[in-house]
């Protein structure tokens, strides 16, 4: 996401580090460059002249900073700035004191309301609530039966009926009363443009639920299209909020830097990705450090704590320590990772990490190559993986569908991981944090994590 963006600006950043002084000329110089990024990015014209502006008052004043040198106040700077563009703070959600919260979700065609409303719903679930969803969606054939499908798949449930969308809006608030379900989630059906059809049937679907909140749900790779049709939107449904989604594919990141300052909404949650988990609540000044290459670190704590298990890890982390890593927990770790989502994702989370390996292709196809080969060993080859001679390496080649080579591979890579493993001081390797209690340091947890899969997905 966001490349184009992301790559303009670590050139302009490495320009301007190597700089000593930074004059008047240096700073136009850089105003410029910065300028010309955000446009081929496809930012709105007024937003990018405010923005430049705002850094240049700031880097052409007296904001001078004893500690920091010329290009780093500058970096800092346009970090604020950028910040303040996406929006500054974080949108907050609160609770009705009268459940359930109503959140209405509207958009045109195929703009991701569906699988954001199951997103919404598994997001809300972690945080203790209890969602219920409602398919307001009467147009589409199959519309109704997706949202249920997706419901299942995050454990909430979907109330609709075959009568006409505003009584199953009603219905569906009914039923959530009565099975005592503190949000409930409307899904709408989209149009392929805005037309007042559309409009009409959504202001009277949100007029017998009355919504806490309204987002507007867009595809961000439509750049300005989206803050157009937001625009309109707003003007008849008062919305709350943006939900951005397609952000994975979106490589220019217009939508996201303009509508906020167009618009005068937030963008409240973002979405990279069709599965439910690929959705998280929007952090302008993480966006921003991650467009300017600083990487989202935070981001990334976030989901390996949501979707790591503690008690996994530390397992781990102990036969590591007795130097007896064998393939059955590598296998476990494998089964974590997957379950944070994409590693392509979370590579380009990590501040620092270079290019190439940001670019190479870590196909899921390959995790699952490993993990059939591991699955093809018996349980005494996975604890002593020494065993494994010509004749059973050809056994599990061909239990896994894999080759002979393959199979050579992954046993060559998993013993250099473990000898590396067992030549690392423990302290270093895990922050310092190795023999710390359970619900100890993040950095523990960090590494635990990202040691065994960092070692593999070289
Ligand atoms: N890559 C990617 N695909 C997404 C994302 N969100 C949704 N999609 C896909 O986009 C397509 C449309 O998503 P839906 O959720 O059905 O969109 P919708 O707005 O409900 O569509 P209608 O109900 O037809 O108006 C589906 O194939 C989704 O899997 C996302 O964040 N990233
Ligand atoms: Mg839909």
């Not at 509207?106 to 945080?127: D, P, V, Y």
């Not at 075959?162 to 809006?169: G, I, Y």
């Not at 202001?203 to 507007?216: A, C, D, G, N, W």
């Amino acid at each position: 996401m966001f490349e184009t963006l992301t790559d303009r600006f670590e050139g302009i950043l490495t320009r301007l580090r190597s700089r000593g002084r930074l004059g008047d000329a240096e700073v136009t110089e850089v105003l410029h460059e910065i300028r010309v990024a955000l446009l081929e990015a496809d930012v709105n014209l007024n937003v990018v002249r405010d923005l430049t502006e705002r850094i240049r008052a700031r880097c052409s004043g007296a904001e001078l900073s004893k500690s920091l040198t010329p290009a780093q106040q500058v970096i800092k700077v346009v970090n604020e700035e950028l910040t303040e563009t996406l929006g500054g703070t974080q949108f907050k959600l609160s609770y009705a004191s009268k459940p359930p919260t109503v959140v209405l979700l509207a958009g045109l065609q195929g703009s991701g309301k569906t699988t954001a409303a199951a997103s919404l719903a598994r997001w809300f679930r972690q945080q203790g609530r209890h969602p219920y969803l409602v398919g307001a969606d009467l147009q589409r054939p199959a519309a109704v039966e997706q949202l249920r499908v997706l419901g299942e798949s995050v454990g909430v449930g979907v109330f609709s009926e075959p009568t006409d969308p505003v009584t199953v809006a009603r219905r569906g608030l009914e039923e959530a009363e009565r099975l005592g379900r503190d949000v409930l989630i409307v899904d709408t059906a989209g149009r392929l443009a805005i037309d007042e059809e559309l409009m009409e049937e959504v202001r009277r679907i949100s007029s017998v639920v009355e919504p806490h909140y309204t987002f507007l749900v867009v595809d961000a790779m439509t750049g300005q299209d989206a803050v157009r049709t937001a625009e309109a939107f707003n003007a008849t449904l008062r919305l709350d909020g943006v939900i951005l989604t397609k952000v994975d594919g979106d490589a220019r990141g217009g939508a996201a830097l303009s509508v906020k300052q167009v618009v005068g909404k937030p963008i409240a949650f973002v979405s990279t990705g069709e599965r439910p988990a690929d959705f998280e609540p929007f952090h302008p000044d993480r966006l921003a450090s991650r467009i300017l290459g600083m990487g989202d670190v935070l981001s990334l704590i976030e989901r390996a704590e949501r979707e790591y298990d503690q008690e996994v890890a530390e397992k781990a982390v102990e036969r590591l320590q007795a130097g007896r890593f064998t393939f059955d927990d590598f296998l476990e770790q494998l089964q974590q990772l997957k379950k944070m989502g994409p590693l392509q994702g979370m590579l380009g989370m990590l501040p620092g990490v270079p290019k190439e390996v940001k670019n190479a292709k870590i196909e899921e196809k390959d995790v699952a190559k490993i993990e059939a080969i591991i699955c093809s060993m018996t349980p005494s080859e996975r604890d002593e993986p020494n065993l494994i001679d010509g004749s059973r390496r050809l056994r599990i080649a061909n239990g896994s569908g894999t080759s002979a080579t393959e199979v050579n591979n992954l046993l060559r890579q998993f013993k250099e991981m473990q000898k590396l493993m067992r030549s690392m001081p423990m302290g270093k390797m895990l922050g310092g944090g190795a023999r710390q209690k359970r619900g100890g340091s993040r950095n523990k947890k960090k590494g635990g994590r990202v040691t065994p899969s960092a070692r593999h997905s070289r």
